[in-house]
Each structure stands twice: as structure tokens, then as C-alpha cells.
């Protein structure tokens, strides 16, 4: 019986060190990514750090993102906070694997939200955050995030779904996306 432990245990943390594993998850459409949405943005990324959370218990890469345009929602500062789970600090790191990691250069198409926490206390006029303390969420981790191709293709990578994969647009030129999630918030 140990022996088994050993080897199950042995099987798990080599399938968990493979650098391309790829979640498995359900297709989301690009309705359903607007619908969830309070931001919508096209952008580069400036910068990207990681560090502990705010409780110490996971490490979070936040990222500053130069905002091309505002697609849906409203944000009038040229700079956005994104923030999601993963990242190295130190000699420890942490890999999700629906979540792909941003890199500094990268041109994107965001579907964004407010953290929860922070959404509350805008909400409720509790402690008003400047825009520079706001932090973003990507909706839907990987699904809700292109990369724009120097061609102006939009892509999507870094995840595997297990069924919708035809609700996904993917490899789509990045006006033809633009007019469809405009079209979803009238």
C-alpha cells in the first residue's frame, strides 16, 4: 500500500510539474464574457509584478496595462491594474493552470471586472479608491483575454475547453470582435 502512495504521489507531482498543462474547462462566448464585464479594453502591457496577497497565503502577479481603448464600461485614466493568481516571488512560484501569465509588450483585448472587495466598498462609499488602487480581474481567467497579432488578429491560447469550444471566437480579426461585443452591450 505505501509503495502505491509513493508512486501515486510520485505520478501526481510529475503531471503537476508539466509546463504546458492547460485546464480543462466549459467554452465561454464572447456574450457571455461582455455580459460579465464591467470593462472591456484593448492595451499594452507596461509592467508586471508578482508578490504575496494581501492575506499571505497565495502569490498574485499585478500587472499595469496602457489602455488603447475603452470598448465597453467606463475608464478615463491611460493606466489599468490587473490583477490574478500566479507568478514567482523569490524562489517560490505559482502556476494556474486556466489563468495564462501576462507579459510586458503584449498587446491585448481584455474583458475586465472590478475586484469583488473593491467593488463593494465603491459601492457602498466606504473608502474611496483612487484609480491607481483599483485592481481589475480578468473574467473568465485565459477566456478573457486576446492577444492582438501585429496582423490585428485576436487569439486566444493557454487553456483546453471541454465542451463549446464553437461558442469561442478565436483567430478573429480584432474589428470583427469589437463590433460583436458592442453589439451585446447596446
Not at 493606466?79 to 491585448?108: A, M, T
Not at 471586472?113 to 466598498?121: A, P
Request: charged share 25%; no cysteine; hydrophobic share 40%.
Amino acid at each position: 500500500m505505501a509503495r502505491y502512495l509513493i508512486r501515486l504521489f510520485f505520478l501526481f507531482m510529475l503531471a503537476a510539474s508539466s509546463s504546458e498543462a492547460f485546464a480543462v474547462m466549459i467554452g465561454l462566448s464572447t456574450e457571455e464574457l461582455t455580459n460579465s464585464s464591467d470593462l472591456i479594453v484593448t492595451g499594452n502591457v507596461k509592467s508586471v509584478e508578482s508578490t504575496w496577497s494581501e492575506d499571505g497565503k497565495i502569490i498574485v502577479s499585478r500587472a499595469k496595462i496602457v489602455v488603447y481603448s475603452v470598448i465597453t464600461g467606463k475608464w478615463e485614466k491611460e493606466i489599468i491594474n490587473v490583477e490574478y493568481i500566479g507568478g514567482e516571488v523569490g524562489d517560490i512560484g505559482l502556476r494556474v493552470s486556466d489563468v495564462k501569465p501576462l507579459k510586458q509588450g503584449e498587446n491585448l483585448l481584455l474583458f475586465l471586472k472590478i475586484k469583488e472587495g473593491q467593488k463593494q466598498k465603491l459601492e457602498r462609499g466606504v473608502a474611496p479608491l483612487s484609480n491607481e488602487e483599483i485592481y481589475h480581474s480578468i473574467v473568465g481567467n485565459a477566456q478573457g483575454q486576446y492577444t492582438i497579432t501585429p496582423q490585428g488578429i485576436a487569439k486566444k491560447d493557454g487553456f483546453t475547453v471541454m465542451q463549446g469550444s464553437e461558442l469561442i471566437d478565436n483567430d478573429i480579426p480584432l474589428g470583427v470582435l469589437i463590433d460583436k461585443i458592442r453589439g451585446v452591450k447596446k
